[in-house]
């Protein structure tokens, strides 16, 4: 027999792992479980007879062997007497010696409970009925499942994507049991919307288990605007039935008939119907000259076309572009690099940005920012030659008024020559 070792990679602990470790803590329950399951159906079913036959009594739990003989009695004396050996075995069922009486133990009260809540379940969606159930207890005894809720959110997942599928197959008859599905389990909806809303406002739980809750109420809504859904996908399909006559017939009322009928008697019907050429009637007279005229006259003449490159011709030769000069900011330079040579080591801006007009003089002013600018100074124009001269701009924080018929007041600042640097 293999270990539980065996079944992973060499060097891995199973008991490291959280998942395998809350199995093995459960184990003294869970062993419950396969005592009752190992076997076949029928010893299978008839082991759960006998448990839970055991186990209803509950004004008297205690059993005297006579008293299971009796209750028994419809079963044979060797299978009965093989089944209580089974479950005496599995510990499911204990044996008083002082009082000579047999009572369930506490792993089979807990495995007929559970199985109790999912045998009495019926309906269109028993799944999503006993998961909700499973929640709603968890959560009246205050202590929530997380896998519980996991469950019940894929569960909702799924039904959404099947009654997303039904409503985009365009079937009428499958869109109708879909509607029908989704009534039948919307009150297991409705029983754990309640709950959800309970888990929400309820400040003890943990994130992980408050995140759940709210994607079951977020899958909930979804579910719910999907009943609208179906009504309008139904008006537009009743919309477009097709009236057989005076009949009172629609070809709803066709499908639905010829979806009632067997294979054989549909193929007895199609019996003759069938002819062994049959004739393209789908198709009509403009479709046909349409193909007809791109088969025999649009592909050949494709064929026939020439699909030869042009020879290679020689690009005409261009004038290279001429640089647009900035002449007033050539002027600027040649009057700072004037300054420069002539020793002038400070000498106030008016010196070199008063010229004969506001506009020439506004400017100028704008190019005294560009002196000592690095990213300019990479450039090769005019601009570039500005940055490169050695000033820097001081002072500026007052104002001073000028004689100048358009410049009124210029700013206090000064050009200030960089020692050590040559003006060139």
Same mark, same amino acid.
Do not use: C
């Given at each position: ?58 004004? $008297? ?35 008083? +010696? ?14 007929? $409970? ?7 379940? +019926? ?12 929640? %709603?207890?968890?959560?009246?005894? &205050? ?18 994507? /099947? ?51 709210? $994607?079951?109420?977020? $899958? ?20 477009? @039935?097709?009236?057989? *006559? ?13 979806? @009632?009928? *067997? ?9 003759? &119907?069938?002819?062994?050429?049959? /004739? ?33 011709? %020689? %690009?005409?030769? %261009? ?40 506009? /020439? ?64």
């Amino acid at each position: 027999m293999d270990s539980l070792s065996d079944f992973f990679q060499p060097g891995i602990e199973p008991g490291s792992l959280q998942a395998v470790s809350r199995l093995q803590g459960a184990w003294g329950y869970l062993s419950v479980f396969v005592t009752l399951f190992r076997g076949g159906d029928e010893e299978v079913l008839m082991r759960l007879l006998v448990l839970r036959e055991l186990g209803g009594r509950a004004e $008297a739990p205690l059993w005297t062997p006579q008293e299971i003989a009796q209750r028994f009695s419809y079963l044979n004396d060797t299978k009965l007497a093989t089944i209580l050996g089974r479950l005496r075995e599995g510990d499911l069922l204990v044996y008083d +010696s002082d009082g000579g009486v047999y009572q369930l133990s506490e792993g089979a009260r807990v495995a007929l $409970a559970a199985l109790a809540t999912l045998v009495d379940f +019926s309906g269109d969606d028993v799944e999503l009925g006993y998961l909700a159930s499973q929640v %709603a207890a968890g959560q009246a005894v &205050g202590q929530v499942s997380d896998e519980a809720l996991k469950h019940l959110l894929a569960r909702l997942n799924e039904l959404y994507a /099947e009654f997303e599928e039904a409503l985009e197959s365009q079937s009428e008859f499958r869109i109708r049991a879909a509607q029908h599905r989704l009534e039948a389990v919307w009150r297991w909806v409705a029983k754990s919307t309640e709950v959800v809303r309970s888990l929400t406002q309820d400040d003890t739980l943990s994130l992980t288990v408050l995140n759940q809750a709210q $994607a079951i109420a977020l $899958a909930q809504s979804r579910m719910l605007a999907l009943a609208g859904t179906f009504e309008r996908r139904l008006a537009q399909l009743a919309a477009q @039935r097709v009236h057989l *006559g005076n009949s009172g017939l629609t070809s709803t009322d066709i499908a639905d008939w010829l979806r @009632r009928q *067997g294979a054989a008697t549909l193929a007895g019907k199609l019996a003759g &119907g069938w002819s062994i050429s049959p /004739e393209p009637a789908f198709l009509s007279t403009p479709e046909l000259a349409d193909v007809a005229e791109f088969e025999l006259l649009a592909r050949e003449r494709a064929k026939a076309g020439t699909h030869v490159l042009p020879g290679s011709e %020689a %690009a005409p030769l %261009a004038d290279a572009p001429e640089m647009e000069r900035l002449l007033e900011a050539e002027e600027m330079y040649d009057l700072l690099l004037t300054l420069g040579m002539s020793g002038e080591a400070d000498a106030h801006i008016s010196q070199a940005v008063l010229a004969d007009s506001y506009n /020439e003089t506004a400017y100028r002013l704008s190019l005294l920012s560009l002196i000592g600018d690095p990213e300019t100074s990479n450039d090769q124009s005019i601009v570039a030659a500005l940055a490169k001269l050695p000033f820097s701009l001081q002072g500026g924080d007052a104002v001073i008024e000028t004689d100048h018929p358009e410049v009124a007041t210029l700013s206090d600042a000064r050009l200030v020559a960089n020692g050590g640097k040559d003006a060139r």
